[in-house]
């Protein structure tokens, strides 16, 4: 994996972490090993988790609306969910290239899923990212 690759999914680890445990620091470096934290962008890592926690409101509402009427945020895996948020920070508020972030995130979820968890992933970040 290269630095991005390992500084996004540093930031998921970092947001599912953050569900579980209100009192986890916002910035959750202590939850990586030295060796994660030397292979990753640490900058994109930190944007990601900053850009999350201030437009978390706008992120979730995002999320909420693109979902079926049967779905609820609070009804998501909180993996999913996380993958998700830290998805669409960077889609909305980092300034990457949208196709690559979706596709970045498609492989992070399917490293977590073995269902059809990527391709939702995959739809409501396109859906998201028009």
């Not at 969910?81 to 995130?105: D, H, Q």
């Amino acid at each position: 994996m290269d630095q991005r690759t390992m500084a996004r999914l540093a930031a998921v680890q970092a947001i599912y972490a953050k569900e579980l445990n209100a009192d986890t620091p916002s910035d959750a470096k202590h939850l990586l090993d030295a060796n994660h934290q030397k292979r990753m962008n640490k900058k994109m890592f930190e944007t990601i988790l900053a850009n999350v926690e201030e437009h978390e409101e706008e992120i979730d509402g995002l999320i909420s609306a693109n979902l079926s009427s049967e779905w609820t945020i609070e009804r998501l895996d909180k993996i999913l969910k996380a993958t998700l948020r830290a998805a669409i920070a960077e889609i909305k508020f980092g300034g990457n290239e949208k196709n690559l972030v979706i596709s970045e995130y498609v492989l992070i979820a399917d490293s977590f899923y073995e269902g059809d968890e990527p391709k939702f992933v995959n739809a409501l970040l396109d859906k998201i990212s028009v």
